[in-house]
């Protein structure tokens, strides 16, 4: 019942920043908490950001923390992810999940997700 659509993505240089959004459907997209993932060719989904439905509440990855910043905007159904200082080790396809209820680090945990939005990052 809820639909996700990544945008933003794109190439950059080291050191250089963009910010993803993601697009919900859904009259109750604030009781979702909302996640980023990412994937790089020939490894496994991994673990980016994490937010509350009411936005109290952010977990980042180790390898993120400091440089990424996840916020939301309930009126608009929106997630955001802002990565600045942003390395070629960032480079992957950027995802965006919905959890009912949950606020979690594990993949299985989310009920949507999105189609996904390419980062590059050039060294």
């Known amino acids: 019942q809820v639909q996700l659509v990544e945008s933003g993505g794109g190439l950059v240089q080291a050191g250089g920043s963009l910010r993803l959004s993601c697009a919900a459907s859904g009259r109750t997209f604030s009781n979702y908490a909302m996640g980023w993932f990412r994937q790089a060719p020939g490894k496994e989904r991994e673990f980016v950001a994490v937010i509350s439905g009411g936005g109290g509440s952010k977990n980042y990855a180790d390898s993120v923390k400091g440089r990424f910043t996840i916020s939301r905007d309930n009126v608009r159904n929106t997630v955001y992810l802002q990565m600045n200082s942003l390395k070629p080790e960032d480079t992957a396809v950027y995802y965006c999940?919905?959890?009912?209820?949950?606020?979690?680090?594990?993949?299985?945990?989310?009920?949507?997700w999105g189609q996904g939005t390419q980062v590059t990052v050039s060294s």
């Open positions: 999940a919905a959890g009912n209820g949950v606020v979690a680090v594990i993949s299985n945990k989310y009920d949507y």
